[in-house]
């Protein structure tokens, strides 16, 4: 049923105010040619009945593997508290809701998590979050080229460890808008930026630093972000926020700190579910506050002096600048950042920081496993924090169908960004030993 | 509303322009603008050296609800912004025609036809107020 509150009455006389017979004559200056009766692919409507069948069948093809895999989104635990709660009546809503001030619960909710998300990347101010990590990179480039207007070039330059799906997205995004992304030199040995190699004068507006790097590593994030700035340049940092818990926050990269962080959200609270929805955070130093896109929460006072809270900062938005906005994000993806807000405030910064670390114990287990079967070793010879490349002396795709009947996920298949037969690997803290092991055997088997 | 100072020249736009003695303008808002945007909270400003074209966005003004675009009535190079505003938008509401100046430009030359005198501002102004 579609969800169009009108009945056939209104509709009569909706069209009969204008001057129109039917609906379906309001589209008669669309030519016939360029019209579709049907989408390719979609099928006809189903029922409730059928719909819920054919997604119970979908779902037990899933099964409940034992998950691997991570490149960019990860399994962790979740307490039931946290979904729980950001399910009631009061919270569950997708987004910012309309006439915001009356629901001051949920700008409270979206005040915490701005104090949160400003805490772990040590900056001074963040938005009510963004779509993803992704958009969130396209939002942040959007944005370096508002903020750091004495540079016109539009060129974004990308550590080589930069998620390339982050790359693609932003291109498709921002591309059209002048923007032009361009790849740092690679190390081959660390897979980090080639310090040696880096290209002068080319007056990039910013440069996008990732932290740990997509393929798992621990970039100089000190070094890079100085260079940035040596160079005229933003810097961007792209962290995952758990890691934040044992890593140095952002804002404190370099000199300076960087000017802008963004990234995935989805560790904090967030479930895997098929790919989404997650959402994205930002966040940056407040003399870049005016140029920043999407929604932000301010504390105030009523008038009786008693504490309140409303969306602050609103000229940078579409409802008010229209074509001059900062950016056509006009909401936040709020179900999953009352989760993230709810998450947080469980654990605690404590809380965050043990697993983290029982991520990176478990990764080191499972890496140090599976190095000491013959034809694997580490890609990549740099620290880590809970995600490693493996090099491998033959094509990964059968072995990890191979492992897949044992129901092991065994990784993420990195060959095609890495050049040569490699697997991203990840054990957070949701693996036990057991599970590790049960990993590491199944690889012996295949490879033996 | 206060009167309009008689040694400005003004836009549609309600922008004002101040003829100084070494050849430069200085521009502002006039009061009806400020008025109508009610209270300053930000104004970004262009940088200095920086060219504009007549009727190009120059600064923008913003208020708790509702920020607008300053247009260049003449093209010319920036040679100075009112930094003051940085830290005291308001400024522009209490003293449009001198404290709350925005930007002074280098210019080639000014066709004053192209410009509204006091008592032809004053006219548009009476206008909108029927």
Request: glycine share 8%.
């Amino acid at each position: 049923m579609p969800f169009i509150p009108h009945t056939e009455k209104d509709t009569r006389e909706m069209l009969a105010a204008i001057g129109v017979d039917s609906i379906e004559d309001l589209f008669d200056e669309i030519p016939a040619e360029l019209r579709i009766d049907h989408l390719q692919g979609v099928p006809e409507a189903l029922s409730e009945m059928e719909v819920s069948r054919l997604m119970r069948e979908r779902a037990r093809m899933d099964g409940s593997p034992l998950c691997f895999i991570g490149a960019g989104a990860y399994e962790h635990h979740i307490p039931t508290a946290v979904w729980d709660i950001a399910t009631r009546g009061e919270f569950y809503s997708a987004y910012t809701p309309y006439q915001a001030e009356a629901s001051q619960g949920t700008l409270q909710t979206i005040y915490e998590y701005q104090t949160m998300i400003t805490g772990l990347t040590g900056l001074d101010v963040s938005n009510a979050s963004l779509y993803d990590g992704a958009s969130g990179l396209a939002e942040a480039a959007l944005m370096a080229v508002r903020a750091n207007r004495r540079v016109k070039s539009g060129l974004i330059l990308l550590a080589p460890g930069v998620n390339p799906v982050y790359e693609h997205v932003a291109e498709a995004i921002a591309g059209s808008q002048g923007l032009t992304f361009e790849w740092l030199p690679k190390d081959a040995k660390t897979g980090n930026v080639a310090f040696d190699e880096l290209p002068e004068g080319k007056d990039p507006v910013a440069v996008v630093i990732q932290q740990p790097t997509f393929p798992g590593t621990l970039e100089d994030v000190d070094r890079l972000t100085d260079w940035a700035h040596e160079q005229g340049a933003f810097a961007i940092g792209i962290a995952n926020p758990l890691s934040l818990a044992l890593l140095k926050a952002p804002g404190n990269w370099g000199e300076q700190g960087v000017d802008i962080a963004c990234g995935e959200g989805q560790p904090l609270g967030v479930p895997l579910s098929s790919g989404g929805p997650y959402f994205g955070y930002m966040t940056c130093k407040q003399k870049h506050v005016r140029q920043m896109p999407g929604r932000i929460v301010g504390r105030t006072t009523d008038l009786d002096g008693k504490p309140g809270f409303a969306l602050t900062l609103q000229a940078r938005e579409q409802h008010i600048r229209r074509s001059k906005a900062t950016s056509n994000i006009c909401t936040n993806q709020g179900l999953m950042v009352t989760a993230a807000t709810i998450y947080m405030s469980l654990l605690g910064f404590e809380g965050l920081a043990t697993v983290a670390r029982k991520s990176h114990e478990n990764t080191t287990r499972l890496v140090e496993g599976l190095c000491a079967i013959d034809g694997i070793e580490r890609l990549y010879d740099a620290p880590y924090f809970h995600e490693v490349a493996l090099k491998f002396d033959r094509p990964i795709a059968p072995l990890l169908a191979s492992i897949a009947e044992k129901n092991i996920l065994g990784g993420f298949d990195l060959s095609e960004s890495a050049g040569s037969d490699a697997l991203l690997v990840c054990a957070t803290e949701t693996k036990t030993d057991a599970d590790i092991d049960a990993c590491i055997a199944a690889f012996a088997e295949a490879m033996a | 509303m206060s009167e309009l100072p008689g040694d400005l020249l003004y836009t549609n736009d309600h922008e004002w322009l101040r003829r100084e003695d070494d050849g430069s303008v200085t521009i502002g808002i006039t009061d009806h603008a400020a008025t109508a945007l009610g209270d300053l909270v930000y104004v970004e400003l262009p940088e200095v050296g920086q060219d504009v074209e007549a009727g190009g966005e120059m600064a923008v003004v913003e208020s708790v609800k509702a920020a607008s675009d300053v247009y260049a009535p003449v093209a010319g190079s920036v040679a100075a912004v009112n930094e003051e505003l940085s830290d005291d938008p308001e400024k522009i509401n209490a003293d449009p025609y001198g404290d709350g100046w925005i930007v002074r430009l280098e210019i080639e030359g000014l066709d004053e036809s192209e410009l509204m005198s006091p008592d032809a501002y004053q006219q548009l102004l009476d206008e909108l107020d029927d």
